[in-house]
C-alpha cells in the first residue's frame, strides 16, 4: 500500500472515530427546555448564547405543553425565568427523577406575599401595576430596560394575560418540593437584590430544598436577569450539560 492510501485511509478512519464521539455525546446531552415568564417576549433570551431545545411561552405553560414534552424525555434540563421559574419548579417536584439540571432565574415556588405567614412575595397593589404597566406599553421600556438590550415582555391577548395573572395569585409548590426526592441533580439560582417581584429572601428558601444549589445574588438589577445577566445564564446552562453528559 502506498503511504499515501494509508494516509488517506487512517483520516477517514480517525474522522469516522471522531464523528460517533459526536454522535455518543450528543445521545448523552439531555435537551434544554427554557420556560419564559408572564407577559414576556421571546426577544427576552437573544442575549443568551446557550442552545435551547424549545422555549416554552407562559400560554404554553398555562396549556400544559412542558408536562408534555418533559414527559416524553428520559431527562431534561430546566431553565425558567420569573412564572417560568415557578412551573420549573413545578415540573420538578412532579419528575424528579428527570431533572438533569434546573436553571432558576428570579424563580419562586410562590409568587404572592403572604402576611399571615410573613412570606415575601409580590404585593397585590405590585401586581396591578404590572397588569396596567404592560397593557400601555407593551413591555416598551417596562422596568427600565437599559437601551440597546431586547425588550424582555411583550403584552398579550387579554384573555391570555387574566390566565397567567391567575396562575401567579393561585401558584403555591412549596409544599410538593418539599416532599419531593431528588437525586442532587445541579441546581444554579439567580436573584436581583432589588427585584420587586421576585423577593431575594425566596433564593435562601430555594438552598433550603436544593442544599447543592450555586446560588448567585445580582446586584443592581431589576427583573428581567436574562438580559441583564446572560453570560452567567449561559456559563450556569453549560455546567448542567456538563454534569449530564459526564454521567
Given at each position: 500500500?502506498?503511504?499515501g492510501d494509508?494516509?488517506?485511509?487512517?483520516?477517514?478512519?480517525?474522522?469516522?472515530?471522531?464523528?460517533?464521539?459526536?454522535?455518543l455525546?450528543?445521545?448523552?446531552?439531555?435537551?434544554?427546555f427554557?420556560?419564559?415568564g408572564w407577559a414576556?417576549?421571546p426577544?427576552?433570551?437573544?442575549?443568551c448564547?446557550?442552545?435551547?431545545?424549545?422555549?416554552f411561552?407562559?400560554?404554553?405553560?398555562l396549556?400544559?405543553l412542558?408536562?408534555?414534552?418533559?414527559a416524553n424525555?428520559?431527562?431534561c434540563?430546566?431553565?425558567?425565568?420569573?412564572?417560568?421559574?415557578s412551573?420549573?419548579?413545578?415540573l420538578a417536584?412532579?419528575w424528579?427523577?428527570k431533572i438533569?439540571?434546573?436553571?432558576?432565574?428570579?424563580?419562586?415556588?410562590?409568587?404572592?406575599?403572604?402576611?399571615?405567614?410573613?412570606?415575601?412575595?409580590?404585593?397585590?397593589?405590585?401586581?396591578?401595576a404590572?397588569?396596567?404597566?404592560?397593557?400601555?406599553t407593551?413591555?416598551?421600556?417596562?422596568?427600565?430596560v437599559?437601551?440597546?438590550?431586547?425588550?424582555?415582555?411583550?403584552?398579550?391577548e387579554?384573555?391570555?394575560l387574566?390566565?397567567?395573572?391567575s396562575y401567579?395569585?393561585?401558584?403555591?409548590?412549596?409544599?410538593v418540593?418539599?416532599?419531593?426526592?431528588?437525586?442532587a441533580?445541579?441546581v444554579h439560582?439567580?436573584?436581583?437584590?432589588?427585584?420587586?417581584?421576585v423577593?431575594?429572601?425566596?433564593?435562601?428558601w430555594l438552598?433550603?430544598?436544593?442544599?447543592?444549589?450555586a446560588?448567585?445574588?445580582?446586584?443592581?438589577?431589576?427583573?428581567a436577569?436574562?438580559?441583564?445577566?446572560?453570560?452567567?445564564?449561559?456559563?450556569?446552562?453549560?455546567?448542567?450539560?456538563?454534569?449530564?453528559?459526564?454521567?
Amino acid at each position: 500500500m502506498a503511504d499515501g492510501d494509508y494516509e488517506r485511509g487512517r483520516t477517514r478512519e480517525i474522522g469516522a472515530i471522531a464523528a460517533e464521539l459526536r454522535r455518543l455525546s450528543a445521545a448523552r446531552r439531555p435537551p434544554v427546555f427554557v420556560l419564559n415568564g408572564w407577559a414576556a417576549s421571546p426577544h427576552a433570551w437573544d442575549l443568551c448564547r446557550f442552545r435551547r431545545t424549545r422555549l416554552f411561552s407562559y400560554v404554553d405553560q398555562l396549556d400544559g405543553l412542558p408536562e408534555k414534552a418533559l414527559a416524553n424525555e428520559e431527562r431534561c434540563i430546566l431553565v425558567g425565568w420569573s412564572m417560568g421559574g415557578s412551573a420549573a419548579l413545578r415540573l420538578a417536584a412532579r419528575w424528579p427523577e428527570k431533572i438533569a439540571g434546573l436553571v432558576l432565574v428570579a424563580a419562586t415556588p410562590r409568587m404572592m406575599e403572604e402576611k399571615e405567614t410573613g412570606w415575601r412575595g409580590m404585593s397585590p397593589r405590585r401586581l396591578e401595576a404590572l397588569r396596567y404597566g404592560l397593557v400601555m406599553t407593551r413591555g416598551e421600556g417596562f422596568f427600565g430596560v437599559p437601551e440597546g438590550k431586547p425588550n424582555p415582555y411583550l403584552a398579550d391577548e387579554p384573555a391570555n394575560l387574566e390566565r397567567g395573572l391567575s396562575y401567579l395569585l393561585e401558584t403555591d409548590v412549596r409544599s410538593v418540593l418539599e416532599q419531593a426526592v431528588f437525586d442532587a441533580p445541579p441546581v444554579h439560582v439567580f436573584q436581583s437584590e432589588h427585584d420587586g417581584i421576585v423577593r431575594p429572601e425566596n433564593a435562601a428558601w430555594l438552598k433550603t430544598v436544593f442544599p447543592q444549589a450555586a446560588v448567585t445574588m445580582v446586584p443592581g438589577t431589576e427583573h428581567a436577569l436574562p438580559i441583564f445577566i446572560p453570560e452567567k445564564i449561559d456559563d450556569a446552562v453549560d455546567a448542567c450539560l456538563a454534569v449530564a453528559q459526564k454521567g
